[in-house]
């Protein structure tokens, strides 16, 4: 099978058309600048309007966290210098001074409460408001200390500070506030190390470094982030050096990438590659036998071995593999057709069903050809999936109005099931299509208890549920490869994120 799936792939690909595009802005190779493709352009500047990471990797350039995250990958202070706990339901934390916006409003604790009471209100409706949810209140102590309140012991906090946690990037009050934040998502200012210069829809975001920077400035003068949907286009756009960095380089790619002026970096991934099903609406998959159906239709390893060359690591469940709390005992549902058709006609449908598969196109390596296989292996027990493929924006608005409907390939990431289950899978969260009663109380259980011990058999109990309910077709966790300018030291990271606060030639 996986030879087979792979020669089919592959001989697409060979013959698929390669549309190279001139550059539109000044060339890469350029010491003082450097020039990043990726698949989508932003959806918004305002960071607490959006829930994409092509949009993300522009923001981070422009605005700080209170934390952040080292080299190692730990936690580490960003706008905030020293974090403590007075008490269970607080966090205390004194924040950086003299430090000021692009438009020179001072950054300051009303700054942090601004922000966060902007996100926290449920009229805003942040899309990633589930990884704050937890605050009750920001309490400013004076110009340089706030106290963040909980309703529960939050043991998650500073990873839901930081680790795509869009909201909790900090944005100037005054200027935010003056028009509502239609100029904030337009026009973005923020404490962050590259100011904004200009945003030409679909074509080029150009942002210049901020020499006032409290994190010294950059290296880099100009940075230029360019929408290049196409895969093969970023790659040919790398090698006649119109990019610097080129995203989601496909692994058969990696060695004509090696030598000459080029250069491939990559690192393994806190990513996740899964499919996820809509359980709210009237349609077979409200039945938990159509979705374990599924989860033994789809041989997963064979769709890891020929389109990421083995590379990743196979996932039990939706969580990363070096999350808190995952079990390398778990295991994942067995590639068996035949046990598939069998749950199907005993769910009521012998001769399968259609069923919508919405996803986007190029927002992940491979992830158009993933879908496809998938939907290959689906329609050998009779389930006829209709790919729709939508484009960044239009995903972005579907979701907002909760209108992803069947299965998607969402994609999604986060260091502990507080990050990754919860928002996924509680019931009433922006990203969840599920409902499960016993699960919830496990969710709010685990996300309220510090004891590390103590949340692991909480979701040990909680990865039970959702072993056998099959929200999800957990897949692959994949590894992140970029394609570089062979001159450009830059070191990726785990979660995705651009940073290029430390990037030089």
Known sequence: MNHILRRHLMAGAIGAAVTVSMPLVAAAQNASTIVIAQAADAYSMDPAKHSAFPTANILFQIYDGLVTQNEKGEIAPALATSWSNPDPLTWRFKLREGVKFHNDEVFNAAAVKYTFDRALDP?????YYSRISQIKAVNVVDDYTIDIKTAKP????LLSLYEASFPALIVPPTYTAQSNGADLGAKPVGTGPYRFVEWKKDERVVLEANPDYWGGKPAITKVIFRPI???????????????DIAVDVPPEDIASLEGGDTKVVSVPSEFLYFLAFDTTRDTP???KRVRQAINYAVDVNAIQEALLNGMGTRIALTLPSNAFGYDAAWKPYPYDPTKAKALLAEAGYPNGFTIPLMTRKGRYMKDSEIVEATAGFLSKVGIKANIQYLEPGVWGQVSEKKGREGITFPGWSGRDPNLVWAPLLHTGEYQSYYSNPDLDKLLDAGAATIDPAERKSIYTKAAAIIKDDAPHLPMVQPPLIYGLDKKLSWTPRADGM????????
């Open 285 to 287: 998959l409200k039945d």
């Open 498 to 505: 651009i940073d290029l606060r430390k990037a030089h030639y």
């Open 229 to 243: 949907k196409e895969t093969r286009t970023r790659i040919a756009e790398l090698k006649s050096e119109g990019v």
């Open 154 to 157: 939050f043991p998650t906090m």
């Open 123 to 127: 009229n805003f409706k942040a899309p």
